[in-house]
């Protein structure tokens, strides 16, 4: 994951006076979903990789309609999409099966390998596949587009975050550790406290009065102590038995990208970026969000163009 991300801004970001952040995290996550549970490299797979988001996104759109199976509906344009995702799913998993056999791969390498190695059935492999492909997707590409937006909103969090960040002196190429992540706390509760936001389908907790003061207001303070925290008061992820399981790959994912977009970028919203957005089926920016982008030099700003 560490990798992936590395390799997405360096190609998608760096020396880019202005990017579209939804876009370009749709797009990060894809690659990290290809990575982690398809094994599909970054070289000599981008054919593949882009084929099969095209795929997925014609999908995604049938999720959140009405389920009419009817000509010209959503619904029915998703279903061929869906049929080709599974064919798909199941020729990675024949392709991997092969590996197996023939020792080239281990239980490690990815999550379809990892089944096939604990021995689920085809058809249940790909339905966890088509299901974790739709949780790690749009979900933190959001989580991670509306972070940056409430960042650039709100200097002293962006300034803690950042501090949190440089606080690391990763040498170059060296990747985040497990302990680094542990000792990103703020930067977690920021994007706590942006799924709180955000998530509007759950506003009848996650906005009450009694739970959260001035629930319209970005705090991350709130989420600084998960203990004060009452449960079932934050559902972003579910809770109880039916928690998202999810929940740790999304932190990851999270957590390595603001990484490495604070520590090597300064940004501000582009002039005349509409700050407008859907809600539905989750929010999405009207412009995808334009940010104007200055780079920085082992976690410090080549100039003051971009002063916190």
Same mark, same amino acid.
């Given at each position: 994951?560490?990798? #992936?991300? &590395? $390799?997405?801004?360096? %190609?998608?970001?760096?020396?880019?006076? !202005?990017?579209? +952040?939804?876009?370009? *995290?749709?797009?990060?996550?894809?690659?990290?979903?290809?990575?982690?549970?398809?094994?599909?490299?970054?070289?000599?797979?981008?054919?593949?990789?882009?084929?099969?988001?095209?795929?997925?996104?014609?999908?995604?759109?049938?999720?959140?309609?009405?389920?009419?199976?009817?000509?010209?509906?959503?619904?029915?344009?998703?279903?061929?999409?869906?049929?080709?995702?599974?064919?798909?799913?199941?020729?990675?998993? #024949?392709? &991997? $099966?092969?590996?197996? %056999?023939?020792?080239?791969?281990?239980? !490690?390498?990815? +999550?379809?390998?990892? *089944?096939?190695?604990?021995?689920?059935?085809?058809?249940?492999?790909?339905?966890?596949?088509?299901?974790?492909?739709?949780?790690?997707?749009?979900?933190?590409?959001?989580?991670?587009?509306?972070?940056?937006?409430?960042?650039?909103?709100?200097?002293?969090?962006?300034?803690?975050?950042?501090?949190?960040?440089?606080?690391?002196?990763?040498?170059?190429?060296?990747?985040?550790?497990?302990?680094?992540?542990?000792?990103?706390?703020?930067?977690?509760?920021? %994007?706590?406290?942006?799924?709180?936001?955000?998530?509007?389908?759950?506003?009848?907790?996650?906005?009450?009065?009694?739970?959260?003061?001035?629930?319209?207001?970005?705090?991350?303070?709130?989420?600084?102590?998960?203990?004060?925290?009452?449960?079932?008061?934050?559902?972003?992820?579910?809770?109880?038995?039916?928690?998202?399981?999810?929940?740790?790959?999304?932190?990851?994912?999270?957590?390595?990208?603001?990484?490495?977009?604070?520590?090597?970028?300064?940004?501000?919203?582009?002039?005349?970026?509409?700050?407008?957005?859907?809600?539905?089926?989750?929010?999405?920016?009207?412009?995808?969000?334009?940010?104007?982008?200055?780079?920085?030099?082992?976690?410090?700003?080549?100039?003051?163009?971009?002063?916190?």
């Amino acid at each position: 994951m560490d990798a #992936e991300v &590395r $390799r997405h801004l360096d %190609a998608e970001w760096r020396g880019r006076g !202005t990017v579209a +952040v939804m876009p370009s *995290m749709k797009s990060l996550t894809f690659d990290v979903m290809c990575t982690l549970i398809f094994g599909l490299g970054s070289d000599g797979d981008t054919a593949v990789r882009r084929e099969r988001s095209t795929e997925f996104q014609k999908m995604m759109r049938g999720l959140s309609v009405i389920p009419l199976d009817l000509p010209f509906t959503a619904f029915r344009n998703c279903l061929p999409a869906s049929r080709r995702g599974r064919r798909a799913v199941a020729g990675v998993i #024949e392709e &991997r $099966r092969a590996k197996l %056999a023939r020792g080239e791969s281990s239980p !490690t390498d990815d +999550v379809v390998t990892h *089944m096939l190695v604990e021995g689920l059935p085809v058809d249940e492999i790909i339905d966890n596949v088509m299901f974790l492909m739709i949780a790690a997707h749009d979900t933190t590409a959001s989580l991670l587009t509306f972070l940056i937006r409430h960042l650039d909103a709100n200097r002293d969090a962006y300034a803690k975050v950042l501090k949190e960040e440089i606080a690391r002196c990763k040498e170059p190429g060296e990747a985040l550790s497990w302990d680094d992540l542990g000792r990103m706390r703020y930067t977690w509760a920021a %994007a706590l406290e942006t799924l709180r936001l955000v998530i509007q389908a759950l506003n009848l907790t996650q906005w009450d009065l009694a739970v959260f003061p001035e629930p319209g207001r970005f705090d991350p303070a709130r989420f600084e102590n998960p203990s004060a925290v009452l449960p079932f008061s934050f559902v972003a992820f579910g809770g109880g038995a039916r928690v998202c399981p999810g929940n740790n790959f999304a932190t990851v994912e999270t957590l390595v990208a603001m990484h490495y977009i604070v520590t090597r970028f300064r940004w501000k919203l582009a002039a005349g970026c509409d700050a407008s957005f859907s809600g539905f089926p989750l929010p999405y920016p009207s412009q995808g969000l334009l940010i104007d982008l200055q780079t920085c030099s082992r976690g410090f700003l080549v100039s003051s163009y971009y002063p916190l």
